[in-house]
């Protein structure tokens, strides 16, 4: 492998807690510990297909950004270099060729991809025509195989919590079924430890199938038993 002398970063898709704490690392430790310049990458891929959308980092630029939300660099859900829409274009065009120059020009010797599927499905394909990388995944949903924990989802189930700790004076006062829906497309942790921690009295989550007739009956038997109220947290898958 050649030897490696500057990389950029960049983060793509939606924003996320700790993303800015991911950015910090990358940078410090390329400059303390490997003494390799740094490159940010503005708004995901679109900074590679527009060059002059970069910008150098060095332990000076992320000072001061570890409790700030969202992304110094930008990101963007769209920006596909493999299928990309050009102004005055009706059908998506390859640029990647335009990509492989920049990081040319750039004189970038790898690439460190902070993302979810998308991007780093992206990633992938600069992956597989020659571009050294490393891909970050960022899930608040915590659904990384051999993973404890994810950046982001602590955050999450805190944010989560807070709401359910609030909807439950509401929920008491005037006698209601309140509904929280939570993230979670194909993974439930949010709404299990979100749920578990605010007291929630019905989790539904993806992994577990369930029958609206049995969510009803557990309602009416604590309505029975005088409890007016219930909390139901559901993962929105």
Known sequence: MAPIH????????????????????????????YGWEVYGIEDGFDGLIHAERTQPMTPA???GILPR?????????????????????LEPTDVSGRCMENLTQLQLDGLVVIG???????????????VPLVGIPKTIDNDLSGTDVTFGFDTAVNTATEAIDRLHT???SHHRV????????????????????????????????????RVLEAIATRDAFGSTFTIVVVGEG
């Open 178 to 213: 309140m509904i929280l829906e939570v993230m979670g497309r194909s993974a439930g942790w949010i709404a299990i430890q979100s749920g578990i921690a605010g007291g929630a009295d019905i989790i539904l989550i993806p992994e577990i199938p369930f029958k609206i007739g």
């Open 116 to 130: 979810g599927d998308g991007t780093l499905a992206i990633a992938r394909e600069f992956s597989r025509i020659g």
């Open 6 to 33: 500057r990389i950029g970063v960049l983060t793509g898709g939606g924003d996320a807690p700790g993303l800015n704490a991911v950015v910090r690392a990358v940078v410090k430790s390329a400059h303390t510990l």
């Open 61 to 63: 630029h992320v000072r």
């Open 170 to 172: 509401t929920g008491e």
């Open 69 to 89: 939300g969202g992304t110094i660099l930008g990101t963007t859900n769209r920006g596909n270099p493999f299928s990309y829409r050009l102004e005055g274009h």
